[in-house]
């Protein structure tokens, strides 16, 4: 991707309808097992520091918690009625700190019912979680919004074939099966679409209509498989 510039239902959490105290102040309800696995979509050493940590943008009334690392993107919905569009970028040493402390705070054995709360000031830049003692933050400077990147829907299907890093895919198969109540592992998994002129990889899971994942494909013209692979 150019410059990222039911049983299976998602971990419910105490207010699934997340709040807000005005239009620059968002309170988010995360489920603590989508904050924490997230992470491995970032990139540590990146030069853009948004992408060191998350990104949280709001389009149409809903946030988008995202990380990217370049190369894979992926994605949570949570609803934000009332507020207006923007985006913010959440710095990796704040995002570290609470993963700690709920950590230590919370059993093992109870994470996964427990949501993390998040709030965001955009008009102070500030944002703090409710973990231990409080955890506060100042947002990242120069931050940009990840949903641009997305492909147009108008493009869906347009490829025949698409070749895609099985490394990369495994990711968000991981990602789900954390994020996911179900215990089946053999429940989890999800579609991929190749979208655009560049066959980026729209990936979608049936058990969270909340999440999506975006995936850069290799660059290779045509199929690479044996002609023995095929029935003549």
Not at 6 to 20: A, F, L, W
Not at 63 to 82: K, V
Not at 162 to 182: I, R, S, V
Request: glycine fraction near 6%; proline fraction near 7%; hydrophobic fraction near 40%.
């Amino acid at each position: 991707m150019p410059t990222f510039g039911t049983p299976g239902s998602r971990v419910p959490t105490s207010n699934r309808e997340n709040t807000m105290t005005n239009q620059t102040t968002l309170h988010l309800d995360i489920p603590f097992p989508v904050w924490e696995n997230l992470f491995a979509f970032t990139a540590p050493k990146d030069l853009r520091l948004p992408l060191r940590g998350y990104v949280v943008e709001v389009e149409a009334e809903h946030a988008y918690l995202m990380a990217s690392d370049g190369a894979t993107l992926a994605a949570f919905r949570f609803p934000a009625a009332g507020h207006k569009d923007g985006h913010c970028a959440i710095p990796r040493v704040f995002i570290e700190t609470t993963i700690a402390g709920v950590r230590v705070q919370i059993p093992a054995r109870d994470r996964k019912l427990y949501p993390l709360r998040l709030e965001v000031d955009r008009a102070n830049e500030t944002c703090r979680a409710d973990t231990l003692n409080g955890i506060s933050s100042d947002l990242v400077k120069g931050s940009f919004g990840l949903l641009r990147v997305r492909p147009s829907s108008a493009l869906r299907n347009a490829h025949e074939r698409a070749h895609y890093n099985f490394n990369l895919l495994a990711k968000f198969e991981k990602l789900l099966g954390k994020t996911l109540l179900t215990k089946d592992k053999d429940e989890v998994f999800a579609y991929l679409t190749p979208y655009g002129k560049d066959a980026t990889g729209v990936i979608a899971s049936p058990w969270d209509e909340n999440f999506f994942g975006l995936v850069m494909p290799l660059l290779r013209d045509g199929s690479t498989a044996p002609d023995f692979a095929f029935r003549s």
